[in-house]
């Protein structure tokens, strides 16, 4: 047991001291590589920023091999996000003038969050179409939201050179520490009672202690959209992930019809959607028609219960 405290302690100190400075040398490398298709761009942004979540998550589908133990993680992370945004908003005034521009992703937000509730209320018998519409969710919203490919490069005080050098040092002792991690959160589990205790209260503050940091700075690094898109990166991608590992037959065959086609209806929907976004230019009416039909195929799946 004091090996794999060590072992815990060592694996999340890493990942705080690599992740604390992470998000600028992401944005220097991403503005740096020039990548040109918007939806890959989108995507790479959101799991650089959201680089420790990601790796202690995709560490518990392949190391712990529990799927309860990735859900809790998941629930958990999303909760200390909005801690998180809270205390920004608390310490850091100038950025509440901002807050109301991102209603749209917060109301998306709570929307996930909430169907990640009916996944853990009904089981993985019955939850397959819960990731898939999750999935159509966050491709809805990297469709919607790209990342802009003139992003600007950050203002660093040392060499292109140095800079890359502690991206790719950072980004390998993130994923060393994230494996730490989860090795010995898999070594507790046999002095544990619940699997959730581990994901709730152990791997998902380890995975958020690099933002925590900017509780303390002046202009916090990690801002509140860099926040918020973590939580659509984590709820909407790696759930589906959890169950793809876990349960592909759940998602791909053996579920009830009715769920089965209001998955189907859902992710056609969101493409006829992201079709006529193409021709129009105005996309504020038809973002807020996108997430009444998201939130119609959410409640259409609670009375199917």
């Keep these: ?42 995507i790479t942004w959101q799991i650089l920023h959201g680089l420790p979540e990601f790796c202690i998550i995709l560490s518990t589908i392949s190391i712990i091999n529990q799927p309860d133990i990735s859900l ?15 205390s920004i908003l608390l310490t850091h005034q100038k950025e509440a003038k901002n807050f109301f521009s991102l209603l749209f992703i917060v109301t998306f937000l709570f929307l996930l969050v909430f169907s990640l509730g009916l996944k853990i209320s009904l089981g993985f018998l019955k939850v ?19 990342v802009s490919e003139t992003l600007e490069s950050p203002k660093l005080e040392i060499t292109h050179s140095v800079a890359y050098v502690r991206f790719i040092l950072a980004t390998l002792l993130i994923f060393i520490g994230a494996g730490q991690v989860v090795y010995a959160a898999k070594a ?6 619940s699997s959730y205790l581990i994901g709730s209260f152990l791997l998902a503050p380890i995975a958020c202690c690099p933002k925590l940091s900017s509780l303390w700075k002046r202009e916090p690094i990690f801002d509140l959209k860099g926040i918020l898109e973590t939580n659509i990166l984590v709820l909407g991608l790696l759930v589906f992930l ?49 997430l009444l039909v998201y939130i119609g195929s959410v409640f259409c799946f609670i009375n199917l219960r």
């Design 72 to 86: 809790a993680t998941v629930l958990g992370i999303s909760l200390l996000n909005f801690a998180i945004m809270a």
């Design 128 to 146: 397959g179409l819960a990731s898939m519409l999750m999935l159509a969710g966050y491709v809805m919203y990297i469709r919607l939201f790209p």
């Design 242 to 290: 959890i169950d793809f590992f876990h349960y592909p037959s759940v998602i791909f065959g053996h579920t009830n019809h009715n769920l089965f086609y209001l998955a189907l209806e859902g992710l056609i929907l969101s493409l006829l959607y992201l079709g006529i976004i193409k021709w129009f230019t105005y996309q504020k009416f038809l973002s807020s028609i996108m």
């Design 1 to 42: 047991m004091p090996k794999c405290w060590i072992q815990l302690i060592t694996g999340s100190l890493v990942i705080f001291f690599a992740g604390k400075n992470y998000p600028l040398y992401a944005n220097f490398f991403i503005s740096q590589i020039k990548i040109k298709s918007p939806l890959l761009r989108t």
């Design 188 to 193: 507790m589990l046999k002095y544990t009672p």
